[in-house]
Nanobody, 122 residues
Framework: QVQLAESGGGLVQAGGSLRLSCAAS????????MGWFRQAPGKERKFVAA????????SYDDSLKGRFTISRDNAKNTVYLQMNSLKPEDTAVYYC???????????????WGQGTQVTVSS
């Protein structure tokens, strides 16, 4: 069982940056690939980024490459999402998730956090 808790969301102006954190409980954090997804109002949850168990590889939604960076610290049981050059269309609830494989679809993840709101003003 893995419990996840996101933090770091908030209100930021367009062009600004935020770093989201996701703290995991349990001793199995390093056994899980981790992903970030986001869901805007009235829209489906979409893949943002994922990172392998050892942090040796990462993947991103093509539209976010170069602006978002995923990382993890297995010693701290935490995964991060650094978001730069934020745009109003990045406004969404951001969720972290844990799974066996570094997938790009929500169904590939077994555990989810409650989400953190990110609002980007124009």
């Amino acid at each position: 069982q893995v419990q996840l808790a996101e933090s770091g969301g908030g209100l930021v102006q367009a062009g600004g940056s935020l770093r989201l954190s996701c703290a995991a409980s349990g001793r199995t954090f390093s056994s899980n690939a981790m992903g970030w997804f986001r869901q805007a109002p009235g829209k489906e949850r979409k893949f943002v980024a994922a990172i392998s168990r050892s942090a040796g590889s990462a993947s991103y939604d093509d539209s976010l490459k170069g602006r978002f960076t995923i990382s993890r610290d297995n010693a701290k049981n935490t995964v991060y999402l650094q978001m730069n050059s934020l745009k109003p269309e990045d406004t969404a609830v951001y969720y972290c998730a844990a799974g066996w494989y570094r997938g790009t679809t929500a169904t590939e993840y077994n555990y989810w956090g409650q989400g953190t709101q990110v609002t980007v003003s124009s």
